[in-house]
Structure formats: structure tokens, C-alpha cells
């Protein structure tokens, strides 16, 4: 950690991961892994110039009550309490600007099965002229709950922040308590660990690529992808004994080992998809009115995706080639090597193709160290002690960073941030490009975790 | 390319259908009939409002709908309207900030309205419980008529529980319909 003047503080050029506070000072993360920390001046820091630090600057003035000085955007991000005489702390939506201009405002409680939040379109006739979202509906109080606990106790907490990218949490969680306490898991542990965040991967790929398909009407796509996902739950039951692997990743190594018949379920699940899939990529590239729907719609710019840092196949549909599984990398990835793809289109069908080939690898990956899992035991208790680190895992949506604090056996604080956090601003901007009946499959190609950032 | 799919698929055996529970069958029967609810038959539209999840229960909600489950089969069906629901399926922990959303999605339902509670969440917060964030529970914020527990609940169970309701309310013809082509 760097401890730095406002000054330094603010002139920092880098790749912005995250900011939060706590009583004393202001923490920001950078790619791949740079801390700073600036002592807070009466309950205040300066505010940081990146567009990304905005969504955290509200949130910690909503967390902690800490004020970022000079800050563009000061609206709430998950405080939502009605005060008994009605008010509530969110402002009202400023009026549409121009004519023909309209509003259609959406959520929390959407048509399909997903999590709760509220959108406000502007628009122009069909077109999209500006969306501003409003969070905080899934607010939980996760992080308050984590506080005071041992690590191993509140592994229960990380692994329910975003309950698809459950095992990348869990892992982040894990790998930022064994910097702490400065010890490591066994090997085995660490190869089973990448088994579950590669299966996991692979079924969140396989359903968003089929939905994204359902949602421009092809339902023959959508059940094949479902079909595969469903799948490999199905394995992940077979050989861990949970369908999405909560609560298996511990810190200091796993809870379960691969059971009898789950290698070979796993197994046979990579097969299925591997067999069928060049069949459906073709559906994908065959009929002219799904590209139609998925070509040019949603676009990211370079420029954007790089401003904000963007990770996971948000980011590397527009041009960045992280993958914290490389940089700033953690085991067992460094002896398999992993081909990165990157587009430059930004669009959805950019983002599905990002999708598809690392749906490739992930096979490759899983194969790889089913065939070579070393020997040497699940787990190792983790020492009581105190001390601070930082734990990376690329979930499926990009890097998910979780930073804590131990003092005495047990977490004074800790922070953790979600990739979806730096998306959600980039679909903002994405759905300004298209027209308004496009919003739900722009929507589910980025698709953003609305649990991973109420917290 | 398609059409060979669908065909290779139309040949395969199809999943044996699922029955529900009798206890549990009989159990809400008990307690829906000590309700006088209406009889809805063997149909029933589903309004699912997320009040507070990790996003587990929603993941497996929705693969209730997969070939492999294939809720629809049933009778039962999710909608986007309330105006068409006749179940209001909760999950998550009641959290202080859906509170309002969940009351006026009750609000827009037709009465009989049956609550069910998807998830440990949803049963009494959960891993969540104590948190002042969070108001502990779907029954925090209306009476609940079926809870299916389970973090998150696996898309069988969740079927099981939602054929319970209907075998408590439907008519009593035993199997007549279920699995079977219209």
C-alpha cells in the first residue's frame, strides 16, 4: 500500500479497479494491483478524475459517509430509504430535453427472471437518446456482515455476492485472506479450484450466448445453450455436490474434493459442447436476420472500454486484452498458457464471438487439469494473525478484486469489487447507439451483476 | 442444421415427468382450504419479484424453464404481467429497498393470490439474517402460503414445490393431464 498526499492521489495515471473508505482513509485500486491510500481531511478525500471512480465515490458517501470533494455525480447509489414523511434521498429524474423527447422508465421488477433495477430511458422516437440507471434495490448489507467475523466464517458471505460468479468470488475472498495471513493452499486445492472456475465460466458463457439469442427469436439456440448449461451443473452436482459450487472455495483451499463420478460427468459435458458447438456457431453466422440484430448493435468504442478499464469479454470485445488470470496472474494458470481473445467491434455479436472462443478454451483449460491434478491434500487451516492483502479471480464477467484486512484472526474490513460495476456505465453509453426494442439483448451481452454492486 | 437437430431430438426418450410430494400436496390443500381460496385449475401464471438475492435463485428459476424441466408442461408459466399472475414468487431477503416494489407488484395482482417463497433467503433471510439492510424473509412482507427452501433451492426442487400448490388447489384428477401431449 501507498500511503500519498492529495496530490499524488489525484495526478495517479493508471488502470482504476476500485475506491472505498474507511474511518481514516481512502483506498483506490489499480491494474494489477497498485493500492493507494490517502488520509481522509474532515470526513473528505478529493475525488478522482476517473469516469469508473464515480459509481464508488457514491457508494462510499452511502457506505461510510465520506465525502469525495470536487465530484461531478453526488446522487445516492444504493441508499433507497423512504424517510416516514415520504422523501426519499434519490433526486427526481430531470425532465427530457428537446422535442419529440420521452421518457419510459423500467424496473425494479422486470418481465423476465432476473435481479431488480431501475432504468430511465430517454428517448426519440425509437431511438435511445440517454438511459440512467438507479441501483441499490438488491442491497443486502453483505460487507457490515463480513466485519468482526474469521475469515473461513465469512466465506459464506463472499460466495453470495453474486451468485453466478459464486466460485470467482469465493476465490478472490480466498486468495485476498492467504496474502493476509501469508500462507498457501495445497496444490490440489488450487488445480480443483481452477476445475470450478472454469466449469463455471463455461456454463455462464453457454446460457448468456443462448439468451441473447432467445431474446432476438431464436429459441432454437436458447435451448441448446440451456440445454448445455443445465449440463454442466449437472456435472458440477456430480462431482462437487453443489449445481453452481457455492461454498467450496474456503480460504486456505477447498471444502470438498472431486467426487468418484464427477471427473467423468465433467468429462462428458465438455464433450457434448465441443460436439455441437460448431454446429451452432453456424446457426450464428447462417442466418441473416440474427446478424441483423446483433451487427453494429450496442457498441462500446476502444476509447470508452479503456477509460473505464473494462474487463472480461466487455472489454475484450473493445479492444483490452487483460485477463487477470495472466496479469497480474495467479496459479495453477502459469504452467497451462491461455490465448486471450480481443475484438475491436464493441457490438454484441463482438462480444458473443469473445464469448465463443473462450468458451474453447475453458474446455481446453478444464481438460488439462483434470489430466494432471497433484496429490497433496484439500486443505490447510488458515493461521490466526493480522495483516492486509489483495486477491484477484477473473469471473466470467472480468476480474473481481477483493481487498482485506485481518486483525487478530478475525476481519477489521475489507472491500469488494465487482467487474459489473465498471459495465454498467459502459451499457449506459452502449444503448445510446441502438433503438429502444434492443435494450434487453444489449442488456444481456453485458450483463451486469445488479448483487455484485448493491452489495 | 436446425431441423436435423429438432429431429435427432424428437426421437430421444423423454424425462419421466415429475409428481409432486403428497405430504406436502396434502399439508397446503389443508391450509388452502382453510382459506377458501378459490379454484384455479390446473393452470397457474407465475409473477417472480427478486426482493434482495445473490441472483442463485433467479439462475435456477429460470432453468426450471430448460428442456431438462420444462415447467410449461404443467400448466405453469411465468409472466411478465401481474394483471395475469396467480402466484407471486419471492426471492431473496426482503431487503428495506424492495419492500415498496414488492407491495405494489401484490397490489396489481387479481385476488386469489398465492406467495411462495423461492430460496433460504426468502424463508428468513438467510445467510443474511440480522442484517440491518434487510427486512428477514418474504413473510416480512406478506403471508406466505409455500416456502421451498434450499441456497439456492435445485430447478427440481423448485418444480416439486410449485406441483404441491397445484395438486392443493387444482381439481383432484390425479395425473390426467401431467406429462401429457395437449
Not at chain 1, 88 to 113: C, L, Q, R, T
Not at chain 1, 178 to 206: G, Q, S, T, W, Y
Not at chain 1, 223 to 248: K, N, P, Q, T, V
Not at chain 2, 96 to 105: C, L, P
Request: proline share 7%; net charge negative; hydrophobic share 45%.
Amino acid at each position: 500500500m501507498i500511503l500519498c498526499t492529495a496530490e499524488e492521489w489525484q495526478a495517479y495515471e493508471g488502470r482504476f479497479v476500485a475506491l472505498w473508505t474507511d474511518a481514516q482513509h481512502a483506498y483506490a485500486l489499480y491494474q494489477p494491483g497498485t493500492l493507494l491510500a490517502v488520509p481522509l481531511a474532515e470526513g473528505a478525500y478529493p475525488a478522482l478524475k476517473h469516469p469508473g471512480a464515480s459509481w464508488f465515490q457514491r457508494l462510499a458517501h452511502d457506505m461510510t459517509g465520506a465525502i469525495a470533494t470536487g465530484a461531478a455525480d453526488t446522487r445516492p447509489a444504493i441508499e433507497q430509504f423512504r424517510a416516514p414523511d415520504g422523501t426519499a434521498p434519490w433526486p427526481d429524474f430531470a425532465a427530457p430535453e428537446g422535442e419529440g423527447a420521452h421518457v419510459v422508465s423500467v424496473g425494479p421488477v422486470h418481465a423476465a427472471i432476473i435481479e431488480p433495477g431501475h432504468f430511465r430511458f430517454t428517448l426519440r422516437g425509437e431511438q435511445v437518446l440517454k438511459l440512467q440507471s438507479r441501483f441499490g434495490y438488491a442491497h443486502k448489507g453483505t460487507l457490515a456482515l463480513m466485519r468482526g467475523k474469521s475469515p473461513r466464517l465469512a466465506a459464506r458471505f463472499a460466495a453470495r455476492i453474486s451468485g453466478d460468479a459464486t466460485v470467482a468470488h469465493s476465490l478472490a475472498y480466498a486468495q485476498a485472506a492467504e496474502a493476509a495471513l501469508a500462507f498457501a493452499p495445497p496444490r490440489r486445492a488450487v488445480h480443483l479450484r481452477a476445475v470450478m472456475a472454469e466449469i463455471e465460466r463455461l456454463a455462464n458463457h453457454a446460457s448468456d450466448i443462448g439468451a441473447i439469442a432467445g431474446d432476438v427469436g431464436f429459441a432454437f439456440l436458447d435451448s441448446r445453450f440451456a440445454w448445455h448449461r443445465e449440463s454442466f451443473c449437472a456435472a458440477a452436482y456430480a462431482a462437487f455436490g453443489h449445481r453452481l459450487m457455492m461454498d467450496i472455495v474456503v480460504p486456505g483451499g477447498v471444502a470438498s474434493d472431486l467426487r468418484p463420478k464427477g471427473e467423468a460427468a465433467i468429462l462428458s459435458s465438455l464433450d457434448a459442447l465441443e460436439t455441437e458447438l460448431p454446429s451452432l456457431i453456424r446457426v450464428f453466422e447462417d442466418y441473416a436476420s440474427l446478424q441483423d440484430r446483433l451487427i453494429g448493435t450496442g457498441i462500446i468504442p476502444v476509447e470508452l472500454a479503456s477509460a473505464y478499464a473494462a474487463g472480461g469479454y466487455v472489454g475484450r470485445a473493445s479492444g483490452q486484452n487483460a485477463d487477470s488470470r495472466l496479469t497480474p496472474g495467479y496459479a495453477p494458470y502459469e504452467k497451462f498458457g491461455l490465448v486471450v481473445p480481443v475484438e475491436q467491434e464493441g457490438d454484441v455479436a463482438a462480444r458473443i464471438r469473445i464469448r465463443l472462443a473462450e468458451i474453447t478454451e475453458s474446455i481446453r483449460l478444464v481438460r488439462a487439469l483434470l489430466a494432471g491434478l497433484p496429490d497433496d491434500g484439500l486443505t490447510v487451516a488458515p493461521p490466526a494473525g493480522s495483516g492486509s492483502g489483495i486477491g484477484v479471480a477473473e469471473s466470467f464477467r472480468g476480474p473481481v478484486w477483493t481487498w482485506l484486512r485481518l486483525d487478530n484472526g478475525v476481519i477489521a474490513d475489507l472491500f469488494i469489487a465487482d467487474p459489473s460495476t465498471l459495465h454498467w456505465p459502459l451499457l449506459e453509453h452502449a444503448v445510446t447507439t441502438s433503438i429502444f426494442a434492443d435494450f434487453p439483448v444489449i442488456n444481456k451481452s453485458v450483463n451486469g451483476s445488479y448483487s455484485g454492486v448493491d452489495l | 442444421m436446425v431441423w436435423r437437430t429438432v429431429a435427432r431430438h424428437l426421437l430421444l426418450p423423454q424425462a419421466a415427468p415429475r409428481a409432486a410430494d403428497p405430504a406436502i400436496a396434502a399439508s397446503l390443500r389443508a391450509r388452502l382450504a382453510a382459506a377458501s381460496a378459490r379454484r384455479l385449475g390446473r393452470s397457474l401464471a407465475i409473477r417472480h419479484v427478486p426482493a434482495g438475492s445473490c441472483n442463485g435463485c433467479e439462475l435456477e428459476l429460470r432453468a426450471t424453464q430448460n428442456l431438462i424441466y420444462d415447467l410449461t408442461q404443467y400448466g405453469l408459466t411465468f409472466t411478465p404481467s401481474p394483471r395475469h399472475a396467480d402466484v407471486l414468487l419471492i426471492t431473496g431477503v426482503a431487503g428495506r429497498n424492495m419492500a415498496e416494489a414488492v407491495r405494489q407488484t401484490r397490489e396489481a395482482m387479481p385476488d386469489p393470490v398465492f406467495v411462495v417463497a423461492v430460496g433460504d433467503c426468502a424463508v428468513d433471510g438467510g445467510v443474511f439474517k440480522g442484517s440491518p439492510a434487510i427486512l428477514g424473509g418474504a413473510d416480512a412482507l406478506l403471508p406466505v402460503d409455500l416456502v421451498i427452501a434450499g441456497c439456492p433451492p435445485t430447478p427440481g426442487q423448485i418444480v416439486d414445490g410449485l406441483l404441491a400448490l397445484l395438486e392443493a388447489h387444482g381439481d383432484k384428477k390425479e395425473g390426467k393431464a401431467r406429462g401429457a401431449a395437449p
